[in-house]
Nanobody, 125 residues
Framework: EVQLVESGGGLVQAGGSLRLSCAAS????????IGWFRQAPGKEREGVSC????????KYKASVKGRFTISSDNAKKMVYLEMNSLKPEETAVYYC??????????????????WGQGTQVTVSS
């Protein structure tokens, strides 16, 4: 079974940076996409970014484009989310999620089958 473990969250001042990591296990091929999502208190979960294990293509929510960078190391089964210029409104629990995908590209609007436990990101003003 696929398992995902996030790490790297914490407290940071507005304008600061954090690097989240997602350690994935339980699969052996690169036919997958992994997405990063976040959920703030009282708000719905939203997709932030995704990456294709097959071709490395990425996608970003418009509000994070240019500030967040998703990357992966397929050999280590790690996915990272580098977050710069963080804003207080981006305080949330950040999750990574996995789905099998045999095509190219990715979309965080798709349904995902496996989720990590989340890591808290708090951005102070």
């Amino acid at each position: 079974e696929v398992q995902l473990v996030e790490s790297g969250g914490g407290l940071v001042q507005a304008g600061g940076s954090l690097r989240l990591s997602c350690a994935a296990s339980g699969f052996t091929v690169d036919d997958y996409v992994i997405g990063w999502f976040r959920q703030a208190p009282g708000k719905e979960r939203e997709g932030v970014s995704c990456i294709s294990g097959r071709d490395g293509s990425t996608k970003y929510k418009a509000s994070v484009k240019g500030r967040f960078t998703i990357s992966s190391d397929n050999a280590k089964k790690m996915v990272y989310l580098e977050m710069n210029s963080l804003k207080p409104e981006e305080t949330a629990v950040y999750y990574c999620a996995y789905r099998t995908w045999y095509g190219s590209g990715c979309d965080y609007q798709w349904g995902y089958d496996y989720w990590g436990q989340g890591t808290q990101v708090t951005v102070s003003s």
